[in-house]
């Protein structure tokens, strides 16, 4: 799935995910990315990028092991994350939360970024878009 992180944008590729509620992408300083191609995500040249502070003062860390051993690493902020559809309209979700990854392995070849977690999570892409009933 490809998508829009940051202002001004930055498109990424990212791999849907139905297991997990993480919407996340590798960012600079990067220790570990497993990004192939394009350009990685720079929160410092983000006008909208906010880093979530946990109890401390400090940031808001997580941490993601898949079932094949692949990981991912970092910390969690609010971001404008943007879908273009095919018709070339645009949906735009201000102060989603996003995790930005600094440290991350799969086990297989891919030129995506990140992932869009897709269960019904409080945080995955399906819950942050909101809910009609």
Not at 3 to 22: F, K
Not at 96 to 109: E, K, L, M, Q, R
């Amino acid at each position: 799935m490809k998508l829009q992180i940051g202002t001004p944008p930055v498109e990424i590729e990212a791999i849907l995910d139905t297991g997990s509620d993480v919407i996340w992408t590798d960012c600079l300083p990067c220790r570990n990315c497993f990004k192939k191609c394009g350009p990685i995500f720079n929160p410092l040249d983000s006008s909208t990028y906010k880093e979530k502070i946990c109890d401390g003062g400090s940031a808001c860390q997580y941490e993601i092991v898949y079932t094949d051993r692949s990981y991912s690493r970092g910390t969690y902020a609010t971001e404008t994350v943007t879908i273009q559809s095919t018709s070339g309209l645009s949906y735009v979700m201000p102060e989603t939360t996003i995790g930005c990854s600094h440290n991350a392995s799969v086990t297989f070849t891919t030129t995506a970024s990140g992932y869009v977690g897709l269960n019904w999570g409080s945080l995955s892409l399906v819950s942050q878009m909101g809910k009609t009933c």
